[in-house]
């Protein structure tokens, strides 16, 4: 049974730094694509950034040049560097593996880490 571990979250003052980190569990995910999005009160859940087996990445034109996500396949872990962290950062953030089955895709999340950037 495939599992998500977030951990790294918390309250962080504005400029601040964060390092989510997520460790998966139950399966072989070197070719999956791993990501991280967020989910603000009264918003829909949006991509942050995800990156791909070959280190692709891509972000999400709010985070561009303040968050790097990188990957660790010998670890099954997928990280997100948070850096010049604003309020508008404050979300849970989820850990998202979409992992390629004979049949397409499927998608994995974990549970959810709370980040709150307030002063």
């Known amino acids: 049974q495939v599992q998500l571990v977030e951990s790294g979250g918390g309250l962080v003052q504005p400029g601040g730094s964060l390092r989510l980190s997520c460790a998966a569990s139950?399966?072989?995910?070197?070719?999956?694509?791993m990501g991280w999005y967020r989910q603000a009160p009264g918003k829909q859940r949006e991509l942050v950034a995800r990156?791909?087996?070959?280190?692709?990445?891509n972000y999400a034109d709010s985070v561009k040049g303040r968050f790097t996500i990188s990957r660790d396949n010998a670890k099954s872990t997928v990280y997100l560097q948070m850096n010049s962290l604003k309020p508008d950062d404050t979300a849970v953030y989820y850990c998202n593996i979409n992992q390629p089955t004979p049949w397409g895709t499927r998608d994995y999340w974990g549970q959810g880490t709370q980040v709150t950037v307030s002063s």
């Open positions: 990156i791909t087996s070959g280190g692709n990445t």
């Open positions: 139950g399966g072989i995910f070197t070719f999956s694509v």
